[in-house]
């Protein structure tokens, strides 16, 4: 009898205890219609302040930001990225969305990189450019791609390094969207070869197995970022 009491127990526990995880595996719905994000008051873990709904007018709903793009051929990638996350659109705090764009010149690449923080959707708009994502260690580091035309989509999972790189022989341009208002974006060769302090050479040389002049003339390149 006392056997079957204490089965009983420990079933009940086991079946209960993964609940208070299921209910903090999303971020919590807002309680209002809107809060849009006073950017000068102290991030909290959901995101901005809110500022008075009075004082808030109805550009928070809309934005042409993305309405035209930057200069793909500042940088050497040759392509550039039009953010409007929480920092330049706060309409969008609390509500767990965001969007970029992103122009290319040809041959330009988005370099390989990963969202911490988001799943992204994204949609080509203008030219063809071949996107790439390589999964994790459970899938042998699969690497998936697929030459993506204007008109067409894809879906990067979040915590994916993947790229997009312009094959075409024109411009080319994508608008992405994220299921989090501040998406974060770790370029894998800036965090590797440009981080500051920087890496110790030796633990590069070693990971890369290459020697430490190759490592060191790496870092040059990115010694002002990108």
């Keep these: 009898m006392e056997y079957s009491k204490a089965?009983?127990?420990?079933?009940?526990?086991l079946v209960l205890a993964p609940l208070p995880l299921l209910v903090k595996a999303t971020d919590p719905d807002p309680l209002q219609d809107f809060c849009v994000a006073d950017l000068s008051g102290k991030l909290?873990?959901?995101g901005f302040p809110c500022q008075p709904s009075s004082s808030a007018g109805d550009e928070f709903l809309f934005s042409?930001?993305?309405?035209?793009g930057g200069d793909p051929l500042a940088n050497p990638n040759g392509s550039n990225v039009t953010e409007l996350d929480v920092s330049e659109w706060p309409g969008v705090n609390?509500?767990?969305v965001s969007m970029n764009r992103v122009d290319f010149a040809p041959g330009g690449t988005n370099p390989p990189h990963v969202h911490p923080r988001a799943t992204e959707v994204g949609l080509v708009t203008r030219g063809e450019l071949l996107v790439g994502i390589v999964g994790s260690l459970d899938s042998g580091n699969r690497y998936y791609s697929k030459v993506v035309r204007a008109g067409e989509t894809f879906v990067i999972p979040r915590g994916l390094m993947h790229f997009q790189f312009n094959v075409g022989e024109?411009?080319?341009a994508m608008v992405v969207s994220f299921n989090s208002q501040n998406p974060g974006i770790i370029f894998v060769p800036l965090t590797l070869f440009g981080s500051s302090p920087p890496i110790p050479t030796p633990v590069l040389a070693k990971a890369l197995r290459v020697d430490a002049s190759v490592v060191d003339l790496i870092k040059s390149k990115f010694a002002g970022g990108y």
């Design 7 to 13: 089965l009983a127990s420990l079933f009940t526990m």
């Design 64 to 68: 042409d930001k993305i309405a035209t």
């Design 94 to 96: 609390t509500l767990g």
């Design 170 to 172: 024109e411009d080319a």
């Design 44 to 46: 909290s873990v959901n």
